[in-house]
């Protein structure tokens, strides 16, 4: 008998928005669709007008993002899991809304 080792399954999800300068937290583990114990790499693209992000990482993400436009604005985080027996999952896309900061009037 040959084991077979299960490889981690994620899914693509969009956030609820949070507001520019709140902390961002993503458990990646979160995302997993079939319970398969994982460590996470993480690549990162930012709209323009984001502020505070970094391009890449491992396990989860904790950013203060700042939206310095009068839009809300997308962080997009491409994460890789990889089982502990070393199964590589396909990668899964976790995207965060930020609002922007309201603007008061003089």
Same mark, same amino acid.
């Given at each position: 008998?040959?084991?077979?080792? =299960?490889?981690?399954? /994620? =899914?693509?999800?969009? @956030?609820?928005?949070?507001?520019? &300068?709140? @902390? @961002?937290?993503?458990?990646?583990?979160?995302?997993?669709?079939?319970? %398969? %114990?994982? =460590?996470?790499?993480?690549?990162?693209?930012?709209?323009?007008?984001?502020?505070?992000?970094?391009? =890449?990482?491992?396990?989860?993400?904790? @950013?203060?993002?700042?939206?310095?436009?009068? !839009?809300?604005?997308? !962080?997009?985080?491409?994460?890789?899991?990889?089982?502990?027996? /070393?199964?590589? &999952?396909?990668?899964?896309?976790?995207?965060? %809304?930020?609002?922007?900061?309201?603007? /008061?009037?003089?």
């Amino acid at each position: 008998v040959v084991p077979v080792n =299960s490889a981690p399954v /994620g =899914s693509a999800t969009t @956030l609820a928005a949070i507001c520019s &300068g709140d @902390l @961002l937290t993503i458990n990646p583990f979160d995302y997993i669709s079939n319970g %398969v %114990v994982s =460590s996470y790499s993480w690549t990162a693209v930012y709209d323009a007008g984001l502020t505070g992000g970094i391009a =890449s990482g491992n396990g989860a993400i904790n @950013l203060i993002l700042n939206n310095t436009s009068t !839009a809300a604005l997308n !962080a997009t985080f491409t994460i890789t899991p990889t089982s502990t027996d /070393g199964c590589v &999952g396909t990668s899964y896309v976790v995207t965060a %809304v930020i609002d922007p900061k309201p603007a /008061g009037v003089n």
